[in-house]
């Protein structure tokens, strides 16, 4: 077994962590743990690669350490974090002797959250075939996705809503899936995945049509009574037939492009249903001067909001992104209740790829951090 300790006659005075990984790649590496809140992109703790498969790091001589370290490596992110060599999770890892040198080794790391354990999958239930939406005169599939021990548990768990259910976890989508059903098995082993999600499929070729609030360059839109049958005809049933928390604190909605567009004025219009909103690259370029004077006649309540936006989405999708979070953060009678996480990834494009690894940091956030942004 390789052992490396510094020679007898050292002179060192701070910790030093050497890494060997027999799975390496161009991913850097990065320490998370109990001196730095557990930051997974931290770049003060991201080691030096002295070679492939092996990295350093020496903490700061003048650093206040704790007693104990406890620290995990990932590849920057929790979905990048180091696992064993069979997919699972591994513990925390502990240094609190004395030694000046820790050499530790990963067998290997996650990619995108992957991969998962079959076991953790949720139970992914059909609804209906032909949920009735009187709202709009019509029918449509509806989807539970319940956590995978559900039926053996007395749990009530948080929801989240969300649009576009043929693109969610359907392996045969067109465009690619968000994979929500295995990325939810990996956040499982991480206590962020015991959470109920109900997918409702969009109408096709009605789609836009559905998801379109009021009038707006794609003329009028039906989304209003789309809300409608979100707040008052599907969450009622669904709190009536699964063991939910239904108070608001525990209610999301959300979506992608236009799903994440009629997302955002479910969570404005209704407030004291949702508070919790996942926006993914919403369509605001069709409504680019959104009115947000409807506001002031709610009361104000503590909402949290999931913002992502791709670079290379269109040339004007950061920017209504970024205009949208300032004048919701800018609202006087919203002042110090709006809550905005906001998560621009340079390279994104506009598709179900780059949405599926927003996902799980999304709903960490959303439902079981208290970091303010």
């Given at each position: 077994?390789?052992?490396?300790?510094?020679?007898?006659?050292?002179?060192?005075?701070?910790?030093?962590?050497?890494?060997?990984?027999?799975?390496?790649?161009?991913?850097?590496?990065?320490?998370?743990?109990?001196?730095?809140?557990?930051?997974?992109?931290?770049?003060?703790?991201?080691?030096?690669?002295?070679?492939?498969?092996?990295?350093?790091?020496?903490?700061?001589?003048?650093?206040?350490?704790?007693?104990?370290?406890?620290?995990?490596?990932?590849?920057?992110?929790?979905?990048?974090v180091e696992i064993d060599r069979?997919?699972?999770?591994?513990?925390?890892?502990?240094?609190?002797?004395?030694?000046?040198?820790?050499?530790?080794?990963?067998?290997?790391?996650?990619?995108?959250?992957?991969?998962?354990?079959?076991?953790?999958?949720?139970?992914?239930?059909?609804?209906?075939?032909?949920?009735?939406?009187?709202?709009?005169?019509?029918?449509?599939?509806?989807?539970?996705?319940?956590?995978?021990?559900?039926?053996?548990?007395?749990?009530?768990?948080?929801?989240?809503?969300?649009?576009?259910?043929?693109?969610?976890?359907?392996?045969?989508?067109?465009?690619?899936?968000?994979?929500?059903?295995?990325?939810?098995?990996?956040?499982?082993?991480?206590?962020?995945?015991?959470?109920?999600?109900?997918?409702?499929?969009?109408?096709?070729?009605?789609?836009?049509?559905?998801?379109?609030?009021?009038?707006?360059?794609?003329?009028?839109?039906?989304?209003?009574?789309?809300?409608?049958?979100?707040?008052?005809?599907?969450?009622?049933?669904?709190?009536?037939?699964?063991?939910?928390?239904?108070?608001?604190?525990?209610?999301?909605?959300?979506?992608?492009?236009?799903?994440?567009?009629?997302?955002?004025?479910?969570?404005?219009?209704?407030?004291?249903?949702?508070?919790?909103?996942?926006?993914?690259?919403?369509?605001?370029?069709?409504?680019?001067?959104?009115?947000?004077?409807?506001?002031?006649?709610?009361?104000?309540?503590?909402?949290?909001?999931?913002?992502?936006?791709?670079?290379?989405?269109?040339?004007?999708?950061?920017?209504?992104?970024?205009?949208?979070?300032?004048?919701?953060?800018?609202?006087?009678?919203?002042?110090?209740?709006?809550?905005?996480?906001?998560?621009?990834?340079?390279?994104?494009?506009?598709?179900?790829?780059?949405?599926?690894?927003?996902?799980?940091?999304?709903i960490e956030w959303l439902f079981?951090?208290?970091?303010?942004?």
């Amino acid at each position: 077994m390789l052992t490396e300790t510094p020679p007898a006659t050292s002179t060192l005075t701070s910790k030093k962590i050497i890494l060997h990984t027999s799975e390496d790649d161009d991913r850097p590496v990065y320490i998370s743990g109990n001196f730095n809140n557990w930051a997974t992109q931290d770049f003060r703790f991201k080691m030096h690669k002295v070679e492939k498969g092996k990295y350093e790091f020496s903490f700061p001589e003048h650093m206040d350490l704790p007693e104990e370290l406890i620290y995990k490596f990932t590849k920057g992110d929790w979905s990048e974090v180091e696992i064993d060599r069979y997919g699972n999770r591994t513990p925390n890892r502990h240094w609190k002797d004395q030694s000046q040198v820790k050499v530790e080794r990963v067998t290997k790391w996650r990619k995108n959250w992957l991969p998962y354990r079959p076991s953790q999958l949720p139970q992914i239930h059909l609804m209906s075939e032909e949920f009735e939406i009187p709202q709009l005169n019509t029918k449509r599939k509806v989807w539970a996705l319940l956590p995978h021990d559900y039926d053996s548990s007395d749990e009530h768990y948080p929801v989240l809503y969300l649009q576009d259910a043929q693109n969610l976890f359907n392996e045969n989508a067109e465009f690619g899936n968000w994979q929500i059903d295995k990325k939810l098995a990996v956040m499982s082993d991480y206590g962020i995945g015991k959470i109920i999600i109900i997918a409702v499929e969009h109408g096709e070729s009605e789609r836009v049509q559905e998801y379109n609030v009021g009038k707006t360059l794609l003329g009028h839109g039906s989304g209003k009574q789309y809300i409608r049958f979100v707040v008052d005809t599907l969450k009622p049933f669904v709190d009536k037939t699964y063991r939910t928390q239904p108070e608001r604190e525990f209610t999301g909605i959300g979506g992608s492009s236009m799903g994440g567009l009629v997302s955002i004025f479910s969570g404005l219009m209704y407030p004291e249903v949702f508070g919790k909103l996942m926006i993914f690259s919403p369509s605001l370029w069709v409504i680019p001067k959104i009115k947000l004077g409807f506001l002031d006649i709610f009361e104000p309540q503590d909402t949290r909001i999931y913002l992502y936006a791709g670079g290379d989405e269109s040339e004007t999708m950061v920017d209504h992104v970024l205009k949208f979070r300032k004048r919701l953060l800018k609202r006087e009678s919203l002042k110090g209740k709006m809550k905005v996480r906001l998560s621009i990834n340079e390279q994104g494009k506009h598709n179900e790829s780059y949405w599926s690894d927003e996902f799980p940091k999304a709903i960490e956030w959303l439902f079981y951090s208290d970091k303010p942004e």
